[in-house]
């Protein structure tokens, strides 16, 4: 049991991801077989066996997967420092973060009385603020 990081693309010049793997590796202090991923897909895919597709407009900065067999995933995806403000970063680490990590640990409570085979959280940056999206998968 353990945290796994792994960086998968050095971001351009001119990108950035939402916290360091040091922030990352903070937050998920105490959380056994977490694998986390700094750029392994430049979007998040999503998946046409989503019961909810939702409708993205802005930027998606980081997802937290959640599969069947309580192995949590937190993935981070580049993004264009001229779009991605430091007010963002603060309200990245300060308010989606803790949020996630609750989320996180009332899911591994609930170990296989979970319905669903996957979730998966979204964090999307429209410009202003965040919005978070919940895809489920039977």
Not at 2 to 21: G, H, L
Not at 55 to 61: A, D, E, L, N, P
Not at 96 to 108: F, M, N, S
């Amino acid at each position: 049991m353990s945290i796994k990081v792994a960086t998968y693309k050095k971001t351009r010049p001119n990108e950035m991801y939402a916290c360091t793997v040091s922030e990352a590796q903070a937050w998920a202090e105490g959380l056994a077989d977490l694998r986390i991923d700094f750029g392994k897909q430049r979007t998040f895919p999503v998946d046409s066996g989503a019961l909810n597709r939702p409708k993205i407009s802005g930027i998606i900065v980081a997802s937290l997967w959640m599969d069947r067999q309580l192995k949590p995933a937190l993935a981070f995806y580049p993004l264009p420092v001229a779009k991605f403000p430091e007010k963002a970063l603060r309200s990245f680490r300060e308010q989606v973060l803790p949020e996630w990590r609750q989320w996180l640990e009332e899911q591994l409570e609930l170990g296989d009385d979970r319905a669903f085979r996957a979730e998966v959280l979204l964090a999307e940056w429209g410009g202003n603020q965040f919005k978070s999206h919940r895809l489920r998968y039977l």
